[in-house]
């Protein structure tokens, strides 16, 4: 065995928990065993029964007299109860929704306990304990407690499989393989830093002896994943800057004629983003930027002033959006503000195709690109799958000439990413190969700490302002009291002619066990239709109830792409005045008239989303409002939402929303396939300080890492681990 092992050649795990682990990423012993606790449970205290008092948590042993199972009175729930004793008294266990228990915890079968102890004197019991089977001379011997006793690792955990299963899987392993694996940290820096052995930290940071000895292993293997994350990072940016990219000269005149053929002013920020933008493009480098900008301060406006100097150059640009609706949206947008200066648009999604606002067949729109008439071409990411040669389900997307890539939505783009879409280029001007400049948008403001590390490849250009005119969204906590005034209002702003969102709350799991509960177990897509029976539960209720007089229209996940299109048709053009939505909405949507975003349950939804929602208002001159409904009277004021009335700017927010969540909640690092504990250590800024500027002298000393075999190896795997495309 050794650490690219499948976990298939792993005993006792069988094809069920094959698909369990791949859930979690898993598919080698070494991501097994790079699968790490994300906490302890202190299972030390061991006392007798009659010890035992509310609080914990405790362990204790003993013999079980009596197990039964039953079901609970008026609840879908079936409860395990055991009494334990020992020779100072018993106390009583329960389990929820475990009725196998029966068969593993046999009366007369000798266990330890290990958990919280509820109730007081004669009625306290163990609430869902951990527990394993131990001798019946227990007090004669000498044995090893791998769940109830000293301190127990609770690892990240997926539905069917718990951390007491990947203890019995993890310890062989690091039994037999420990002393066989290399480290792959230069051990001058382990030096450096008085950092733990590496076999000793792999051992104690799955199974310490202390918590001290669990911290010192953490801030060690925090290091090393910071450490490699920036030499993947700053390999990116070396190797981007050994390429060529077209250099694109800046028409000034031809940008001023721009600016005066907007209906209003570019914002001083605005002014900069895009001189910092086209000041990269006349560079023959490829140009690597994220374009951070709030929701609704212009980031568009600017990237189509980028697209139109490089069109009039003779190049061609793609503009990539996450979905289709964003990528029409695109389409309008940009032929708008591009009409006067005979620019052709091209649209692609999966169904249809557009070129100068009229539909064609996706045939002649290929031709179109290929023969360079198509100046921009607008369209989601299936440009660049539909570029690989090798599986063309359809015929591939060729440009005649392309230099400009703009990608929305924070995707990121590697070298071969951006050669890809150059890959069946029709024929190049330059005689050099070249690659495309690229451009990444996106709307949620990103701290710096986070934007250095992650995308530490990238240049940035921050719009912190909101276009002149535009008025500060008022937005209120609304209680259960207050909801009728509320309702009132709206019905009054509709009156008036304008139009409102209501989003539904983020649907709680459905009914499982505490544990599972507690977990966040639950089935994604079960819950994505519960999503869809809420948004229809409240349509029903906002169409009869509520607004009965108003139009009230309804808009989530499930349904088709055309009835989605409809819905907004009808939304945009007045039709509805109450859109009933799920997070859909988020992104993406533009409705200039609607000025009144009201979100139900909003202390379910995390602080950036309730900004997304936020910015869906306040896009025009009207007064806009966002009312956050709580569900419970008097409910105390969390910080998300105390921090949304007290700001408006989003990268305030997003400071505060690392503070309050942490970075691993903040941006998702399952999206991003970025390691547990580097997530987690990129607040601590000494830590993400000292990585990047270790990772930083050994590429200026050995930039292939030639010295280093085995960490290179580990920078390759990100490769597949970052979220590139």
Known sequence: MNLSTSVEEIPHVGPAYQRRLKKLNIKTVGQLIFHFPHRYEDFSNLILISQAEEGGPFSVQGKITDIKTFRAFRRKMMLTQATVEDETGKIKALWFNQPYLINTLKKGT??????????????????????????????????????????????????????KWLRFIVKPILTELGNKIEDSLPSKISQKYNFLPFQKAIWQIHFPDSLKDAEE???????????????????????????TAPAIPLDVGLMKEFTESLPYKLTDAQKKSAWQILKDLERPRPMNRLLEGDVGSGKTVVAAMAALNATKSGYQVALLAPTEILAKQHFKTINNLL???????????????????????????LENVKDGKTNILIGTHAIIQDTDPETPKKTPVQFNNLAFVIIDEQHRFGVEQRAKLITNSYKLKTAQKTIPHFLSMTATPIPRTLSLTIYGDLDLSIIDELPKGRKKIITKIIQPKDKKATYEFIRQQVKEGRQAFVICPRIEPPKASPENLERGLFDERALSWMDVKAVKQEYKKMAEEIFPDLKVGMLHGKMKTQEKENVMTEFKEKIIDVLVSTSVVEVGVDIPNATVMMIEGSEKFGLAQLHQFRGRVGRSDFQSYCFLFTDTEGFIYNRRLKALITCDNGFELAEKDLQIRGPGDFTGQRQWGIPDLAMASLTDTILVSKARNDAKELLEEDPELKNYPLLREKIKEYKTRIHLE
């Open 110 to 163: 000798f266990v330890c306990l290990a958990g919280k102890v509820k109730g007081k004197k004669s009625s306290k019991y163990f609430s869902s304990p951990a527990y394993e089977r131990i001798p019946s001379n227990y007090k004669e011997v000498d044995f090893e407690l791998n769940h109830t006793g000293g301190l127990i690792p609770i690892y990240p955990e997926t539905e069917g499989l718990s951390s």
């Open 217 to 243: 292993a953490k801030k060690r293997f925090s290091f090393e994943e910071l450490f490699q994350l920036a030499l993947f990072v700053l390999r990116e940016r070396m190797k981007l800057a050994k390429e």
């Open 339 to 365: 009409e006067k200066f005979d620019i052709n648009v091209g649209l692609i999604t999966g169904k249809e195709s557009y070129y100068k606002n009229q539909k064609i067949e996706r045939k002649k729109l």
